[in-house]
């Protein structure tokens, strides 16, 4: 029997653009003759993945640079939670069991929503104090629903720029409405969407979220266990929620991590817990 090995274990480019074999082949002249950038089946290839790479690390980061984005807290956090005014609707209108349950459930979640909110009012109020552009710091998220909106929101109703970065999925994840116009972008590969995350990071900001939250913040804590970044404070909201399910505790008894490992991690429960760390660490005005 011969293995039936895949061919690649991931989405490639030329699925995402669905193009069948024949299409990379460029057969005619009318194919051949386009210009490289120009061409889109030249692009997908398995050849110009490296190419792919490099445009998905320059694009944002010179548009950044152009807005005058040098500082960012990434937040991270589930995209399921919703505001507290949205949970108590849903309540009202639940009929079934099964309804009235989920929307406990989101009313019970919501204030995770409200403290991700007050939190990117927090930086964005600190910003309006602040004349020279070098000095701010910018809510940066993953620009889709839940937390991630709930951040942006809080900025953005302050006056502030806010920056999402998106990912293409097989339920595609829409920006949110709060990302500022031209500060919104779109990756294919995950491991590019995480290089921005951290580029201009100057503190990471998760609350309660699932594996993708979980993900991003085991990747930003080996990072800084390693020094492979500048430590920074990587914040934890809802301690209860964490401690329940990381045994940071066990880890430490087994010795797959050192005690001083935990110095990395804060634990808060409110935005301005959040927002007062930062402010102690950079001891900004």
């Known amino acids: 029997m011969s293995p039936k090995l895949p061919v690649n274990n991931s989405q490639t480019i030329t699925e ?11 057969a005619t002249t009318d194919e051949s003759y386009k210009f490289a950038f120009a061409d889109e089946a030249f ?13 998905e690390l320059l694009k944002p980061d010179i548009l950044l640079r152009e807005h005058g984005i040098e500082h960012t807290i990434t937040v991270f956090g589930s995209t399921r939670f919703i505001g507290h005014d949205e949970a108590e609707k849903r309540a009202a209108q639940a009929k079934t069991s099964e309804e009235q349950f989920e929307a406990k459930r989101a009313v019970d979640n919501s204030h995770f929503y409200e403290e991700a909110r007050k939190f990117g009012a927090l930086v964005a109020q600190y910003n309006t104090s602040q004349s020279n552009s070098n000095n701010k710091l910018h809510i940066c998220t993953g620009g889709g629903p839940g937390i991630m909106e709930a951040a942006s929101r809080g900025a953005f109703e302050n ?22 116009e031209g500060l919104s972008f779109r990756f294919h590969y995950f491991a590019l969407r995480k290089m921005h995350f951290m580029l201009r990071a100057r ?33 934890l909201v809802g301690k209860t929620f964490w401690e329940n399910s990381i045994n940071f505790n066990l880890m430490m008894e087994y010795g797959v991590i050192e005690r001083t490992d935990m110095k990395l991690i804060h634990f808060t429960e409110t935005a301005e817990e959040t927002w007062q760390i930062i402010q102690q660490w950079y001891q900004l005005a």
């Open 16 to 26: 995402f653009f669905n193009l069948h074999k024949e299409d990379l082949h460029e």
């Open 43 to 55: 692009l997908a290839r398995k050849e110009t993945m490296g190419i792919r790479f490099e445009l």
């Open 159 to 180: 006056g502030d720029q806010t920056i999402g970065f998106n990912i293409s999925l097989p339920r595609e994840q829409k920006p949110n409405p709060y990302l500022t």
């Open 203 to 235: 503190a990471i900001v998760a609350f309660p979220g699932g594996f993708g939250s979980f993900d991003e913040l085991f990747e930003v804590l080996t990072l800084m266990q390693t020094h492979k970044v500048a430590q920074l404070p990587i914040i």
